[in-house]
DNA sequence: TTGTAATATATGTAAATACATATTTCGGAT
DNA sequence: ATCCGAAATATGTATTTACATATATTACAA
């Protein structure tokens, strides 16, 4: 469905420029609302499901809070309280780093990476539900949207 | 930048479309984060000033609670509360709806319209932070993100 | 060494979000 | 008329977000 008929406007965009944000920002949304009920079973948040897929993708790795910032989506989240609550689920664990007592390291468990890969196994259905697009499409809608910040 | 530049994604995505995902969220915070900017001197919310636009687009033909719904992005928030603020701020009316005192009819003020316009003067701001697409790509844009949502 | 700024994280908090549930009113069916 | 389910909005509340600010540690200059 168009976006237009989507959220019932009258009124075409005054240009595709504004239609273009208003369109991402839905399909943000449209995105959004999928997540979380694939991730409502799981009792995990967005926002901690993707902290644990930045540990994931350390592997045995560790890194520091400030490195999960720095790889989040979303910068402004409160990344410590996040690994708090991942740690309280025993997915992750967290201990000061050597030399620098400031900072901690932080690691994917065993039982995080095998939760994970439940998670991730029941997500794939947000797939079927977004495979309108073709190989070259995906690709240029990434173009477009690596260009659209600069 | 390049969006695994930009989260530090050492590794390549699995797939165009596991990056076009990422991609439309973390542009969707990209401008969100912009949007807060801009509104912040305004001490208002997206969510306030999605409302008010919608109220701005029905001129003074009024619009009940869940009409409002039905035209927001995102359709999880709590609307009566969104225009509970906006009526504590003078910006909106909110009068019984004749013929079904169910419902209530919601206008754009005065104050509101005249509000709305020095906002939306100032967030013109956003527009030239993205003026890296051209017309056709950002129509070539708003065609993919339509299609994706089938 | 001592003071000062920068770094890394944690904490406090007001507001917003995501739901569940309640309240009021309306539209039929019986 | 009255009962019942649906509709429209309001309210409750746990969690999350968006910041501001605090704490602790380090680096570095004088």
Redesign the pocket.
Known sequence: MSLEQEIKQTRPFKSNYEKALVNIMFTN?WI??KQ??YL?PFD?????YNVLRILNGQKDQPI??????DRML?K??????????LYAKGYVS?EQ?V????????TITPKGISFLEDVTKSIKGIEKDMNSLSEVEFDELNRLLDKIRK
């Open positions: 949304n959004h609302f979380n009920k409502k995990i948040s967005i926002q901690q520091t809070i400030n490195e999960i910032i979303d402004m989240s409160n990344a410590s309280r996040l690994v708090d609550k967290r780093k030399g620098n007592r400031r900072a901690c390291d932080v």
